[in-house]
């Protein structure tokens, strides 16, 4: 058997690739070379190379992935330190979240259909925005295909992570609490630890931005795709 | 360490306790989320007693997510038919996103705030 699809190598494989893809990036100064999309790329690419095929990757992987409900339970912390803040805010927060949630979908769904995707492919892409586990639970409930959005959620979000904050520059985007919800209601978690790199109150924010809008996709969608006329 | 992976751990496992008694379609972890923030709140846990596995993780978030990015590898073959509107929809919805969401949060706080000072 193959050497090169052991776990313990992929996952020490996964470990190594991506700290030299975040030295690489801090040294170069250069955010296009967000490390998870170069750790992503380089993966796939040794996958292609070596014959390693994602079944086999993710036994190491899910190893790895396994962290990412625990470490979403971590956010709870920046939360708690935030909650005065987020309480003198309660009412913009929560007007933001939806205006944000709403148009979020509706854009989505419109766009990729003038652009002619499938209609199984719409239903994937209407809640690209949130964390993975409720974008999935989403698509599986209005009959998209699950694994297509959680590859489009995590590319979403390293997409929001890279450019988020230049999109905010361009469209005047300016407070530091509305910066941080705007990132975690466009981006996740990936836009989360986008905004942490900026600073720790901007994370906050992200992280309470990324909760409220998982909650509201979850409640919304199914709703808002049958008022643009999908039968789900 | 193992308090603070105890306490983390302890709340994701109350978020999928209530998932699976009641079948809410809530991720179990936002909902250990929010039951930490609220514990946190009310003194019921002390933030000494998590804070550092929790900034462990909340700092690397990001690494977690690879392995799902390689996930892609799956849906080249739809992605190449596709990849017109998964993009494009996907771009133009991200800028939408996040000017809709910045400016409605700066307009209703100017509403609320009264005469106070907008604060950058």
């Given at each position: 058997m193959n050497f090169l699809a052991n776990k313990y190598f992929l996952i020490a494989l996964t470990f190594i690739v991506f700290v030299a893809a975040r030295m690489f990036q801090r040294r170069t100064g250069i955010a296009m070379l967000?490390?998870?999309?170069?750790?992503?790329?380089?993966?796939?690419?040794?996958?292609?190379?070596?014959?390693?095929?994602?079944?086999?990757?993710?036994?190491?992987?899910?190893?790895?992935?396994?962290?990412?409900?625990?470490?979403?339970?971590?956010?709870?912390?920046?939360?708690?330190?935030?909650?005065?803040?987020i309480r003198k805010q309660l009412l913009p927060i929560l007007v933001a979240e939806l205006a944000g949630c709403v148009a979020g979908i509706v854009s989505?769904?419109?766009?990729?259909?003038?652009?002619?995707?499938?209609?199984?492919?719409?239903?994937?892409?209407?809640?690209?925005?949130?964390?993975?586990p409720i974008a999935m639970e989403v698509t599986a409930a209005v009959g998209g295909i699950p694994s297509l959005t959680a590859a489009v959620v995590v590319c979403t979000g390293i997409f929001g992570g890279m450019t988020g904050f230049r999109m905010m520059k361009m469209s005047r985007v300016k407070s530091p609490i509305a910066r941080g919800l705007s990132i975690g209601t466009a981006a996740h978690a990936i836009g989360t630890s986008a905004a942490m790199d900026v600073g720790y109150r901007y994370g906050a924010f992200s992280s309470l931005g990324l909760t409220i809008n998982g909650l509201l996709t979850a409640l919304l969608t199914p709703f808002i795709l049958d008022l643009l006329g999908y039968n789900v | 360490m193992i308090l603070q992976c105890a306490v983390l751990f302890a709340f994701l496992a109350i978020g999928e306790f209530i998932v699976w008694f009641t079948g809410i379609p809530i991720p179990s972890s936002i909902i250990g989320m929010l039951?930490?923030?609220?514990?946190?709140?009310?003194?019921?846990?002390?933030?000494?007693?998590?804070?550092?596995?929790?900034?462990?993780?909340?700092?690397?978030?990001?690494?977690?997510?690879v392995p799902a990015a390689v996930g892609i590898i799956r849906h080249f073959g739809l992605i190449k038919v596709q990849w017109m509107p998964i993009v494009g929809a996907s771009i133009v919805s991200t800028f939408v996103i996040i000017a809709i969401t910045g400016w409605a949060h700066q307009i209703v706080r100017r509403l609320t705030?009264?005469?106070?000072?907008?604060?950058?």
């Open positions: 967000n490390p998870i999309l170069v750790t992503t790329i380089l993966l796939i690419g040794f996958m292609l190379g070596a014959d390693v095929d994602y079944d086999t990757y993710a036994e190491g992987g899910s190893y790895i992935e396994f962290w990412l409900k625990p470490a979403v339970v971590a956010l709870g912390v920046p939360l708690y330190r935030q909650l005065e803040a989505v769904v419109i766009v990729a259909q003038l652009l002619g995707a499938t209609k199984d492919v719409v239903l994937s892409l209407a809640a690209k925005s949130v964390t993975t | 039951l930490l923030t609220a514990a946190l709140r009310a003194r019921v846990v002390r933030l000494i007693w998590v804070d550092k596995v929790a900034d462990f993780l909340v700092k690397n978030l990001g690494f977690f997510f705030s009264g005469h106070h000072e907008l604060s950058r």
